[in-house]
């Protein structure tokens, strides 16, 4: 299986979180699944650091490096997926979440997150 974190995820796995439910460890680590980490969560993290966002303190360079030391595999962000978010149903408004879910059915990956909301477009999306 081929999956794409949310960013809250893709956090809390590098935390080593709590927050981290047990099926989201389950999924990581089965064998054969390749988990993704998009530019655009790297993006979101950059955006609301720069807000001053208490929870986003973080040095970007350095959870992209630690993002590659864990094995994830980066997902550019391309014009292909910038067209799939312009097709989407408004179910979400927040634009890091609608790329993701864009990225997710454009690959196709697997979009795995704690956000209710993003099961509204089904396939492609698993909460855990």
Known sequence: MRLL???HL????????PRLSR??????????TECFVSAVSFWEIAIKASLR???FRVDVSKLI???IASG??????????AARVAALPAHHADPFDRALIAQALAEPLVLLTQDRQLARY????SLV
């Open 72 to 81: 994830l595999s980066l997902l550019p962000f391309l014009p292909q997926h």
């Open 10 to 17: 893709f956090l809390w796995m590098l935390d080593d979180s």
């Open 122 to 125: 089904g396939r492609g999306v």
């Open 23 to 32: 099926e989201a460890r389950n999924r990581l680590g089965r064998p054969g």
């Open 65 to 67: 490096d630690a993002a």
């Open 5 to 7: 974190l949310d960013t």
């Open 53 to 55: 966002r208490k929870a």
